[in-house]
Nanobody
Framework: QVQLVESGGGLVQAGGSLRLSCAAS????????AGWYRQAPGKQRELVAT???????NYADSVKGRFTISRDNTKNTVYLQMNSLKPEDTAVYYC????????????????WGRGTQVTVSS
């Protein structure tokens, strides 16, 4: 079982910055892919950014040039640096991670955190 806990959300004015963290714990052998998603009120959950074990990244067009995803494999933690925030970035941000656990035999996991609220005021 792998648990993900997000932190770093809050209220910020437009143009400001926040850094989200997603800490993974449990019987983790490897995290192959991780990502941040967000869900605004009345909207579907959408992809924000992903990062693979080889450090290749992918971003939604709406956040390119403003958000940066990174990971620290030694801490099993994924980050999302958000700059130049806009009111339309307001949402609950969720972390997702996929990988392999240390059970015998080894199996895969696909876990989600409970989310952290980001509110950007105009």
């Amino acid at each position: 079982q792998v648990q993900l806990v997000e932190s770093g959300g809050g209220l910020v004015q437009a143009g400001g910055s926040l850094r989200l963290s997603c800490a993974a714990s449990g019987s983790i052998f490897s995290i192959n892919a991780a990502g941040w998603y967000r869900q605004a009120p009345g909207k579907q959950r959408e992809l924000v950014a992903t990062i693979l074990s080889g450090l290749s990244t992918n971003y939604a067009d709406s956040v390119k040039g403003r958000f940066t995803i990174s990971r620290d494999n030694t801490k099993n933690t994924v980050y999302l640096q958000m700059n130049s925030l806009k009111p339309e970035d307001t949402a609950v941000y969720y972390c997702n991670a996929q990988g392999i656990v240390t059970t015998n035999p080894r199996t895969t996991f696909d876990s989600w955190g409970r989310g952290t609220q980001v509110t950007v005021s105009s």
